[in-house]
């Protein structure tokens, strides 16, 4: 991820940016929520399912 200037509001390669000169700090990354965790779950599982019918009805 790039460093990003909140003063300037532009992305900086170094610690400090160039345009406005204050420091960047390096960005932090937050957890998946466990809601959406949860839901791609629940949907490969229904894919999975209804791979599984397809595969039935082709059959017969």
Known sequence: MA???TTCDRPVE?????VCGH???EPTR???PWRWRFFIVVTI???I???YQ???W???
């Open 14 to 18: 170094g610690t400090t940016c160039e």
């Open 49 to 51: 399912w209804r791979l």
């Open 58 to 60: 082709l059959s017969h």
């Open 54 to 56: 397809l595969i039935s």
């Open 45 to 47: 599982i229904y894919l």
């Open 30 to 32: 937050e957890p998946v």
């Open 23 to 25: 420091s960047v700090e």
């Open 3 to 5: 460093k990003w200037c």
